[in-house]
Every structure is written in structure tokens, then in C-alpha cells.
């Protein structure tokens, strides 16, 4: 009896966490929206983007940001390097535009460079982005419009993945897809839990410092803003573009995300008090996440003492869908299975991830950083720090 329950329990769980919360959400947010006052304003701008070894990424990065349609005397660009051993500072250094700026760093880290990009800032508004994805050209004037709102101290973006080539890169854009559908829900009700570091721009005057070693510089600065009483608002009509990457580099992107939720926790534990706005939506949506591994072990244990006939039919049950998750990367694209697999691969290679993620507590949060590969076309493939 305590084994069902438990195996119930568990399964009731996951479900909950991957689709009866989002549900719930998307209903709430329908009923009870909180918008935001926009309008056009022209506040001065710096653009901080840290890189690391970016010089396939870094001339058309800088290219987007400069053909942005946000008033030009009104606009720079600081590119700060953390410590590139590649062409990265050469290609920076030879552009022929006075809005940019070069600060090159020894190696330390993100969190380092971000900080080091903060204290030289003059803009009023401070837009800090990653190396290799490109800018619409009326993101930077949409995301500072929202800035017209005062109560409103932290502004992200939408990240547009661009079709792949593979069913594996597409169920990677399906899920990024699934991620922005539950936060343009949380953006509804105000109660957004974090930033894409990719796009996301804040008022210089409330940024503090990254603690060393921050795995979530778009989590912790907008908490931090948050936590002061100003609003996380999420802008969809701001676009930057990347392209998709494997389920490989997407399984340490997702390494280092849960690793930083712990790191999250422990700066903010506010998140956990049944009195924060948050409390709910925080632990539905990340702390549950890192629950997930745990409850799959659950399921797997408690199923092997379920009375006969039920434990194994749960047995099998489990047991088929570990092993389709096993079949996929043996299919070939052109199987109609494989639609299936794929998604279920995807599903168990992220659950891994957030049991990896334990790692944060025994390793330095640099050895927890991985290169991100992508490919710009199907014969070349390029990493960079993001």
C-alpha cells in the first residue's frame, strides 16, 4: 500500500511539474494579467557583451548591435574579454566605429567580466547580451521603451532558435519553445523568475556586483533588482536570433542552469518562504525541476515492492520508456518513431542534467562552465562561452 502510494506520489509529481503546473499558469495568468505602461524613450545605452574566445561570433555581433535603429549618439558597446586566446580582441580592436569599446580581461570568468563591464557602463540603461546571437534591429528601442514603466527594473527579450537541421536540434527548439510559453505566463502575472542572458537590459543604477563564480547572471541580477521591489518584465517583441545546438551541449547548458538554481537558493532562500509572490511559481517551476531526478528514483524503487499485477505493469512501463529514450540516437531520421524517441531522449538527458547538477556543491563553478556548440551550417561548428 505505501509503495503505491509512493509510486503514485511520485509519477502525480512529475506530471505535475512538466504540465498540471503549466496548465494552472497559463489559466491564472488569463484571468488576472498585470500590464506595464510603454512608451518610447531614448535613455543612453551601453551594451555589455563577455566573450571568450568569440571571433566567429564576435563581427556580427557587433554589426546587429550597431545597425540597431535605437538613436546612435545614444548607443555604445562595450565588448569585454575574459581572457580570448583567439583573434577575438584583434577583431574588436580593428573595427571602425567609435561607439566601441574594447576591455580585455586575464581569464576569471563570467560573473568577473559582467562585474568588471558594470563599473566602466555610462549608460542609463545597461543592455548585457552574449557573443553569438544576433540583435532585430528594433530590439534595443523595444526593450527600453518598457523603462517608461517605473516600476519595471529589469527587461529581457525573447531568444528566437532558429529551425535545425536534425530532429534532435528541433525538439531542442520545441523545448526552448515549451520554456517561453511559461514565461510569457509568469510576464502576465509579474511574477517572472529570472532573464535570458542572451538579451536582457536593466537600470544601471540598481545593478550590484555578481558574487564570484555566479553560474546565472540573468537570474541574479534580476532577483536582486526584484528583490528591491521593481518589476522583471518579459518583452516578446525584443528578438535576438541563435542557432540551435545538439542535446550534448544542450545537457551542460542544462548542467549549468540547475547547478546555478542551487546557487539561487542559497543567495536568495526568500524564494522559499510561502509569504514571497514567487514562493509558488518558484518552487513549481525551478526548485521542482531539480526534484525531478529524485522523483524518477522514487518511481523506479517504490514500483518493486507494488503488489502483482500493478508492479509490472509500472516495471514495464518504466522500463519502455528508458529504453526507447535508449533506441533513439540508433534511428535513423527518416523513422516515424523516432519523433517519439526523440522527445523522450530529451526529457531523460535534461532529468540527468539536473541530478549533475549536485556537482555545484564539489567542484569550483568554473569546472562546471562548457562550451556551447552550435552549428552555423551543417559542414562547421564553432564554441563559445555564453
Known amino acids: 500500500m505505501i509503495a503505491s502510494a509512493l509510486f503514485a506520489a511520485s509519477v502525480g509529481f512529475v506530471l505535475y511539474v512538466l504540465a498540471g503546473y503549466p496548465l494552472l499558469l497559463g489559466q491564472y495568468a488569463k484571468r488576472f494579467p498585470k500590464p506595464i505602461q510603454k512608451r518610447p524613450l531614448y535613455p543612453t545605452v551601453t551594451v555589455i557583451?563577455?566573450?571568450?574566445?568569440?571571433?566567429?561570433?564576435?563581427?556580427a555581433k557587433i554589426r546587429s548591435l550597431l545597425a540597431s535603429d535605437y538613436p546612435a549618439d545614444l548607443l555604445n558597446v562595450l565588448i569585454v574579454s575574459d581572457g580570448s586566446t583567439d583573434r577575438t580582441e584583434e577583431l574588436v580592436e580593428s573595427y571602425p566605429d567609435a561607439r566601441l569599446a574594447l576591455l580585455a580581461l586575464p581569464h576569471g570568468g563570467k560573473a568577473i567580466a559582467v562585474n568588471c563591464g558594470l563599473a566602466q557602463a555610462t549608460g542609463e540603461i545597461v543592455l548585457l547580451t552574449d557573443v553569438r546571437q544576433e540583435?532585430?534591429?528594433?530590439?534595443?528601442a523595444r526593450l527600453v521603451a518598457c523603462f517608461a514603466d517605473p516600476t519595471v527594473g529589469v527587461v529581457t527579450g525573447e531568444l528566437v532558435i532558429r529551425e535545425g537541421t536534425s530532429i534532435e536540434e528541433f525538439q531542442t527548439g520545441l523545448y526552448w519553445r515549451y520554456e517561453k510559453w511559461i514565461r510569457r505566463n509568469l510576464n502576465r502575472i509579474d511574477?517572472?523568475?529570472?532573464?535570458?542572458?542572451?538579451?536582457?537590459a536593466i537600470r544601471r543604477e540598481l545593478a550590484a556586483p555578481l558574487p564570484p563564480g555566479t553560474l546565472l547572471d540573468d537570474v541574479h541580477l534580476p532577483f536582486a533588482i526584484a528583490f528591491k521591489g521593481y518589476r522583471i518584465y518579459f518583452e516578446d517583441r525584443a528578438k535576438a536570433f541563435d542557432l540551435p545546438t545538439s542535446l550534448h551541449?544542450?545537457?551542460w547548458r542544462k548542467v549549468r542552469t540547475?547547478?546555478?538554481?542551487y546557487q539561487i537558493l542559497f543567495r536568495f532562500p526568500g524564494l522559499l518562504w510561502p509569504g514571497n509572490r514567487r514562493f509558488l511559481h518558484f518552487a513549481s517551476h525551478k526548485f521542482g525541476r531539480l526534484l525531478l531526478p529524485l522523483a524518477l528514483l522514487v518511481a523506479v524503487v517504490s514500483s518493486l515492492d507494488m503488489p502483482v499485477p500493478y508492479k509490472w505493469l509500472a516495471i514495464s512501463a518504466q522500463a519502455g520508456f528508458y529504453l526507447l529514450a535508449a533506441l533513439d540516437p540508433l534511428l535513423t531520421e527518416g523513422i516515424r518513431l523516432k519523433r517519439l524517441t526523440a522527445v523522450i531522449r530529451?526529457?531523460?538527458?535534461?532529468v540527468a542534467a539536473a541530478a549533475c547538477a549536485v556537482v555545484v556543491f564539489f567542484l569550483p563553478a568554473n569546472r562546471v562552465w562548457k562550451e556551447t556548440r552550435v552549428e552555423r551550417a551543417r559542414s562547421s561548428e564553432a564554441s563559445v562561452l555564453h
Open 249 to 251: 551541449s544542450e545537457f
Open 49 to 59: 557583451v563577455p566573450v571568450r574566445n568569440g571571433e566567429r561570433w564576435v563581427k
Open 135 to 140: 540583435f532585430d534591429a528594433p530590439a534595443i
Open 191 to 200: 511574477a517572472m523568475l529570472g532573464a535570458t542572458g542572451s538579451i536582457y
Open 346 to 350: 530529451a526529457f531523460v538527458v535534461l
Open 258 to 261: 540547475q547547478a546555478g538554481v
